[in-house]
């Protein structure tokens, strides 16, 4: 047995169940209404003939196919059935059996994981934190990673399309990733990513477009325990700026009830992957006298951006209607910043993303309220004063206990938005515990 050295796998095996990363592999499941597409590989005997076996759950019949590709689509599905599928080489060597759920769901999926399918249970239940990026060949790269309460989550599963979201592929995994955020930067691709939940932040970069990635380095660590104040963020924007590199990370915890915020940010000129390149302004803790601090734990997951007067605002998630504004001077990137203001804000209740278009006029793609089975487009010229555009997907007709469109990452370029959400569809654990990643496209 190796040591684990890498910080990507194809796939991540946990050390105790070393053997199965031999076994026939199923990477990606994409199921839609009548049909699923099916990815696989096979780092083991690479000379048999394989067979994919699929059943509705619980039966013991089983349709085969031949394989003779590494991808296939079935067709010919019921809707809304719930079904089993694994991969069989001549010589009896046997995936895992994953499941799957046909049914319509908006969008094309890049991802998706069963509520009962426990394949990561050794890291996560529910695909979550996506982030998306294009390449400078016109690809299109996402990542996301696999939430669950008291789980490690630290795993992260990366997907490629070369026909701009069309159909979608396996890349590779990263192990330990959350939260993760992929950018492109001077030539080469970076992973900004936590250890786990409140742990250690870290950075790696790729030279052949995400398929293999240097070992992390940390930047700053956090406590790795969900019970303590540690390192906290989404995959949140990555802003050039003033000759820099600029991006919010918060600190505290939900059970600690507190939480401070800072940007980190790095010359753009200057090797990422050296700790002493980065600059954290320090973390400005929660002021329970300003407007609504009394009765909340402080701000989180907020966006860098720069303001039409060239300041670094960094625009948190506070509570509904409202987002906190902090200011940092460019000029200055290690002292705190400054409170500037709360603001009204339509989707300040959860994760949101703030995008600059070359016109220079703001937008930000976020969930209107009251929960998170809408998702909005609005606009300001100013980042302040912001109004409705229009609604990107509304299903607020169905239960909103179970479905929501969430946690977006997005992609503005010339007046077409690629939106990448945490989707809770057809029939998903709950309205927050996804089951989908999904891509969606649109005109401003």
Request: hydrophobic share 30%; aromatic share 14%.
């Amino acid at each position: 047995m190796k040591s684990y050295n890498n910080w990507n796998y194809r796939p991540y095996t946990p050390a105790d169940k070393y053997e199965e990363r031999f076994l026939p592999y199923l990477c990606r499941i994409a199921p839609y209404e009548t049909s699923v597409e099916i990815e696989w590989f096979d780092e083991g005997d690479k000379t048999t003939s394989h067979t994919l076996h699929i059943g509705r759950y619980n039966t013991d019949e089983d349709n085969i196919y031949q394989l003779t590709d590494k991808s296939i689509t079935i067709n010919g599905l019921d809707s809304n059935e719930e079904y089993k599928t694994y991969i069989k080489d001549e010589n009896g060597r046997v995936s895992k059996i994953r499941r799957f759920r046909t049914g319509f769901v908006p969008g094309k999926i890049v991802c998706y994981l069963h509520p009962e399918d426990d394949i990561f249970s050794f890291a996560g239940q529910y695909p979550c934190s996506p982030s998306i990026v294009r390449l400078p060949c016109g690809a299109l790269l996402t990542s996301n990673d696999y939430y669950k309460k008291e789980y490690p989550q630290n795993y992260t599963t990366i997907f490629r399309s070369d026909d701009n979201g069309e159909n979608w592929y396996y890349v590779t995994d990263l192990m330990p990733s959350f939260w993760g955020k992929l950018f492109y930067h001077n030539c080469a691709l970076y992973m900004l990513a936590m250890s786990t939940e409140y742990g250690d932040l870290l950075i790696g970069k790729s030279d052949d477009e995400g398929k293999t990635w240097t070992a992390p380095v940390t930047l700053m660590r956090g406590s790795c325990n969900p019970h303590f104040n540690g390192l906290h963020k989404a995959p949140m924007r990555i802003e050039t700026s003033c000759g820099r590199l600029w991006t919010a990370v918060d600190f505290g915890s939900w059970p600690q009830k507190s939480f401070g915020n800072s940007l980190f940010s790095c010359p753009v000129d200057k090797n990422l992957l050296n700790v002493d390149n980065w600059i954290c302004t320090g973390f400005l803790l929660h002021d329970k006298t300003i407007p609504y601090g009394e009765n909340l734990m402080g701000a989180i997951e907020g966006n860098a951006i720069t303001t039409p007067d060239g300041m670094i605002a960094n625009i948190l998630r506070y509570t509904t209607g409202k987002a906190k504004m902090l200011l940092t001077d460019p000029s200055k990137p290690d002292e705190m910043p400054t409170f500037s203001g709360i603001i009204d804000f339509p989707v300040a209740h959860t994760k949101f993303e703030i995008l600059r278009h070359k016109s220079g006029k703001y937008y930000v793609v976020g969930n209107t309220p009251p929960m998170r089975n809408r998702l909005s487009l609005y606009s300001s010229t100013n980042l302040k004063d912001w109004v409705f555009e229009k609604d990107l997907i509304d299903y607020t007709d169905l239960d909103n206990q179970k479905v929501a469109f969430q946690y977006p990452s997005a992609i503005l370029e010339d007046d077409t938005l690629i939106v990448l959400s945490r989707t809770a569809f057809n029939n998903a654990a709950t309205w927050h515990n996804s089951n989908y990643i999904t891509l969606h496209k649109y005109t401003i």
